[in-house]
């Protein structure tokens, strides 16, 4: 009887570490975030400002850790078994990567290009992609052809949001009566375009048998 007893003990112990962790993960992204738009004006419901979006959902995630915490002190939950390196390299470099890419960034004597979400997206998700060791490289090339215009159009064109969407050299290359609106929607659909071709040309491509003796 005893035995049983440590045993789920053991077993409590471990379901409430893992909760506990990911709340207190949570809590610091949200406060994290918080702290990284505190110098973006919020704006109003009739004149969203830039910070608007990220707070709100900073806060909703902060809200997400908190019931995580309470839930990992009061209920059963798991112990985290150990760090998966592989994936924590992986989503290190997608945020770097999106961090230098989306908008111009000065490192010493360097300054990275400001690429926009157009490449930033689709680097990210590529890149982030890869934590996973079933990762396959056309279905990545699908999800970032097919997410990332999804959130251009989400951020500069529905919210007009200050976020740049795509690489501004662009509007020296493209004819004089384009505007960034217009640029943009080109850019979103063809990127929407060579997601479903590359995600048709793939489900139609006849599969390989094994040859039989």
Same mark, same amino acid.
């Given at each position: 009887m005893s035995t049983q007893a440590a045993s789920s003990c053991q077993q409590n112990?471990?379901?409430?570490?893992?909760?506990?962790a990911g709340g207190l993960l949570l809590v610091f992204l949200a406060c994290l975030a918080l702290w990284v738009n505190r110098d973006l004006p919020q704006g109003s419901?009739?004149? !969203? /400002?830039p910070a608007m979006l990220p707070n709100s959902?900073?806060?909703?995630?902060?809200l997400c850790g908190f019931l995580l915490l309470m839930s990992g002190s009061i209920r059963e939950g798991e112990r985290v078994e150990g760090l998966n390196v592989r994936a924590a390299i992986f989503v290190i470099l997608a945020i770097v990567a999106f961090a230098g890419t989306v908008r111009?960034?000065? !490192? /010493?004597?360097?300054t990275t290009p400001g690429l926009g979400i157009a490449v930033a997206g689709i680097l990210t998700i590529m890149i982030g992609g890869f934590a996973s060791p079933d990762a396959r490289l056309k279905e990545l090339i699908v999800l970032a052809l097919g997410l990332t215009p999804a959130c251009m159009l989400l951020f500069?064109?529905?919210?007009?949001?200050?976020?740049?969407?795509?690489?501004?050299?662009?509007n020296s290359i493209v004819p004089p009566g384009w505007s960034q609106k217009g640029i943009l929607?080109?850019?979103?659909a063809l990127m929407f375009v060579s997601s479903a071709a590359i995600w048709a040309l793939g489900r139609n491509r006849p599969r390989s048998h094994p040859e039989t003796e």
């Open positions: 112990g471990r379901r409430l570490q893992k909760d506990l419901l009739d004149a !969203i /400002g959902l900073a806060i909703a995630v902060g111009p960034m000065t !490192i /010493g004597p360097l500069g064109d529905l919210l007009n949001l200050p976020i740049p969407t795509y690489p501004q050299y662009l929607r080109g850019i979103v």
